[in-house]
C-alpha cells in the first residue's frame, strides 16, 4: 500500500524557511512527487524524487529516503505567494500517483 | 511544454442530466490520461486512468457506468458523469503524461455544481 502521511497545516513568516514532512508505506512505489496547489486550482509540479538525497530547485527541495520511507519539502525564504496546500505523492509501476491529504502553508508578513 | 486544458471549467447542472468534461493535452501526445476528484479541502483522489485506443481502469468504487471515461485520441480525453446527483459536484481534474514517464502534467480543473 501506500499510505501518505504529511502534517494538515504549518504557518511560517515572510523570508523564513518551512519544511514538509512526508512519511509512506515503502511497498510498491518507484518515486515521490511534491505538486503545489492553489485554493480552487489544478495542482502544479514541483518536484520529483527517484534516489535517496536532496535535490535543489531554486527556493523549493526536496529530500527522499526510500529505506526510511520519509520525504520532505524545504521552501526557502518564503514568500506570500508561496501560500498553498503542498502535496506529496508516491507513484507506483503502473504511473498511478497516491496523494496526502496535502499540507495547507499559510506565510504571514 | 506539457499544458493540458480543460473544458469547461466551470458548469452548473440539473440533477438527472449529464455533463461532459474534456481534456486534452496541448503540445504534447498523451498515450495515458488519469482522472481525479477532488472534494473541498480533501486531496486528489484517482477515479480513472484512461490509455488511447483502450478501455479505461477504474478505481475501486469508481462506478464506470456513471463516469465514461473516452480516449479517443493521443490528445484528447473526455469524462461525462451521467445522471449527475448533488452528491457528484466536485473539482474534475484530469492529468496527461508522455509515454513511459511518470510524471503528470494537471489540467486546470472543471468545477462541477449539480443542483
Known amino acids: 500500500g501506500q499510505n501518505i502521511d504529511q502534517p494538515t497545516e504549518m504557518t511560517a513568516t515572510e523570508g523564513a524557511i518551512v519544511q514538509i514532512n512526508c512519511t509512506y508505506q515503502?511497498?510498491?512505489?518507484?518515486?515521490l512527487f511534491w505538486y503545489q496547489q492553489h485554493a480552487g486550482e489544478a495542482p502544479t509540479f514541483l518536484s520529483y524524487?527517484?534516489?535517496?538525497g536532496l535535490e535543489e530547485k531554486g527556493r523549493f527541495s526536496s529530500f527522499l529516503s526510500r529505506s526510511k520511507g520519509y520525504s520532505y519539502l524545504l521552501l526557502k525564504e518564503l514568500q506570500m505567494k508561496d501560500s498553498a496546500s503542498y502535496l506529496c505523492?508516491?507513484?507506483?509501476?503502473?504511473?498511478?500517483?497516491?496523494f496526502g491529504a496535502g499540507t495547507t502553508v499559510t506565510v504571514r508578513a | 511544454g506539457a499544458v493540458v486544458s480543460q473544458h469547461p471549467s466551470r458548469v452548473i447542472c440539473k440533477s438527472g442530466t449529464s455533463v461532459k468534461i474534456e481534456c486534452r493535452s496541448l503540445d504534447f501526445q498523451a498515450t495515458t490520461m488519469f482522472w481525479y476528484r477532488q472534494f473541498p479541502k480533501q486531496s486528489l483522489m484517482l477515479m480513472a486512468t484512461s490509455n488511447e485506443g483502450s478501455k479505461a481502469t477504474y478505481e475501486q468504487g469508481v462506478e464506470k457506468d456513471k463516469f465514461l471515461i473516452n480516449h479517443a485520441s493521443l490528445t484528447l480525453s473526455t469524462l461525462t458523469v451521467t445522471s449527475a446527483h448533488p452528491e457528484d459536484s466536485s473539482f474534475y481534474i484530469c492529468?496527461?503524461?508522455?509515454?513511459?514517464?511518470?510524471?503528470?502534467?494537471f489540467g486546470p480543473g472543471t468545477r462541477l455544481l449539480v443542483l
Open positions: 524524487n527517484v534516489l535517496d
Open positions: 505523492a508516491g507513484v507506483t509501476n503502473d504511473y498511478k500517483l497516491s
Open positions: 515503502t511497498s510498491g512505489f518507484n518515486g
Open positions: 492529468s496527461a503524461s508522455l509515454a513511459g514517464q511518470e510524471t503528470q502534467y
